[in-house]
């Protein structure tokens, strides 16, 4: 893609480089998650809409599956414009970065990085937190551990799967596509567990200080 996405026709200089623009899912996290928290959440309350953390979670992971699909379906059209300005795709990283006449704009990235980000928002620190309180008083730091382990789990499964795609010649957009589908698998798995998930504060207490203290502590920690 076109690196010289604020102006810029020296073919010899570095403009913006792929890995730079993490930081827009940086900028975007710190612009939504106070959103999310300080406005809209309280809206669906105010509307009486059910949009609760299960839910929350359940469109983060959507959103997180959309991103994917975005750019499967925008890969073929990167690399077309890209093999018909005369360059060869096997040294693609060489061109990273510089103006690429004829090239996409990296700016076209920007999309993809706001609904992964929007649902990344919804997701992760909602999750954090219905876990935290689910687990109970005894299991806080249990629950924290295995929500990072899960993560952890995730970024080994790409280990795995991205040499076996390299070694297959998928193309960008068809390793997108795949990871789109393990993400839906995953997203459908997710909604049968929520589905059949009875929250803690709907469980019958063992007893009535049990009771007692378990309204007491989600009086303080509303979600």
């Excluded at 997180?64 to 795709?89: C, H, N, Q, W, Y």
């Excluded at 005894?138 to 991205?162: N, P, Y």
Aim: glycine share 10%; charged share 15%; hydrophobic share 45%.
């Amino acid at each position: 893609m076109n690196g010289a996405i604020f102006g810029g026709t020296d073919r010899t200089k570095s403009y913006v480089q792929s890995a730079q623009f993490s930081i827009i899912n940086t900028i975007f996290i710190i612009i939504l998650v106070p959103i999310l928290g300080g406005w809209f959440y309280p809206f669906c309350t105010r509307r009486g809409w059910n949009f609760g953390p299960q839910r929350r979670m359940a469109a983060g992971f959507f959103f997180i599956v959309l991103s994917f699909a975005i750019s499967a379906a925008l890969a073929p059209k990167v690399e077309e414009a890209f093999l018909k300005t005369g360059r060869d795709m096997a040294k693609a990283e060489k061109y990273d970065g510089f103006y690429c006449e004829g090239c996409y704009s990296g700016l076209w990235q920007v999309p993809q990085w706001f609904v992964l980000t929007l649902g990344e928002a919804l997701c992760s620190p909602t999750g954090v937190q219905f876990t935290y309180i689910e687990a109970g008083r005894q299991f806080r730091a249990v629950s924290t551990s295995f929500w990072l382990l899960s993560t952890s789990l995730g970024s080994i499964l790409i280990m795995i799967f991205e040499p076996i795609f390299v070694d297959a010649g998928m193309s960008s957009g068809t390793k997108s596509w795949a990871y789109s589908g393990i993400g839906l698998f995953g997203f459908f798995l997710y909604c049968i567990a929520s589905y059949f998930y009875t929250p803690r504060k709907q469980r019958a207490s063992i007893n009535e200080a049990a009771r007692l203290a378990k309204e007491a502590e989600f009086a303080m920690t509303k979600y």
